[in-house]
């Protein structure tokens, strides 16, 4: 099946039906005792949910049909380069594409706003068309999550990719991150970076050869200036160094 990407990108994704189980009604299922902690060096934690968003394909559809995805280009040192993915990032008064993830988030702020002290506000989608599309290892620093905790919740729709996330090395002292963490998340799996880990670790989500279908996440994070839009407006140039 080809679905059409409308809006500011014309093309079409080619989707797989199987994952669109339109069949199950989309929503978020508990949190709580199901979201697994897994604590990292220097203050950071990730938490993982599999499967949390309920009829994850059919969100997957009705997204890549009605979000408005901008290709963007970057300055690269002397050249201008395309961003490897689709991008959509809804500030804090947007009303967000679908009820499902307003719910979503919802959810969220139930669940995590106790611990993060505030509201998660902001949202960017990426649209990962194929195995060409990919994100370079950073973290998410611009704004409060430059010096402070932070949380930073993917909900990952479609095709499974890896993400992966591993200790910050030192540029100036030229000390290696650490070896990295693998998780192959897609199908409504929830995944949540929390602590410090914006500014210890360093995530990316590799390019593959291997023939995959596309892959939406939708990251809530708590401010206009944290990273769902670092994320998803304003990348810095080490996303394109694969
Ligand atoms: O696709 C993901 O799960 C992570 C994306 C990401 O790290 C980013 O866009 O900054």
Request: include cysteine; glycine fraction near 12%; charge should be positive.
């Amino acid at each position: 099946m080809r679905l059409d990407v409308g809006y500011a990108v014309r093309m079409s994704v080619s989707v797989q039906e199987s994952l669109l189980d339109v069949g199950e009604e989309p929503s978020p299922g508990a949190l709580g005792g199901s979201v697994q902690r897994t604590p990292l060096a220097h203050g950071a934690w990730v938490d993982l949910r599999r499967g949390w968003l309920a009829g994850s394909g059919a969100v997957f559809g009705r997204l890549v049909a009605a979000v408005p995805w901008r290709a963007e280009k970057r300055h690269m040192y002397d050249k201008v380069v395309a961003v490897p993915r689709l991008l959509c990032f809804y500030g804090e008064d947007a009303a967000l594409p679908d009820p499902a993830l307003t719910a979503a988030r919802q959810a969220l702020n139930a669940h995590y706003g106790p611990e993060l002290g505030e509201p998660f506000r902001t949202a960017g989608l990426c649209l990962y068309r194929d195995g060409r599309d990919s994100v370079a290892w950073h973290g998410d620093t611009i704004g409060r999550g430059r010096t402070e905790d932070t949380m930073v919740a993917i909900v990952s729709l479609g095709t499974p990719r890896p993400l992966l996330l591993r200790p910050r090395g030192d540029r100036q002292t030229g000390r290696r991150g650490g070896s990295s963490l693998r998780f192959e998340l897609g199908h409504g799996d929830l995944l949540v970076m929390g602590g410090s880990c914006q500014r210890t670790w360093e995530h990316a989500v590799p390019k593959t050869s291997q023939p995959v279908g596309p892959r939406i996440r939708s990251a809530c994070s708590s401010g206009p200036a944290g990273s769902a839009n670092v994320a998803c407006s304003s990348e810095s140039y080490s996303d394109f160094i694969l």
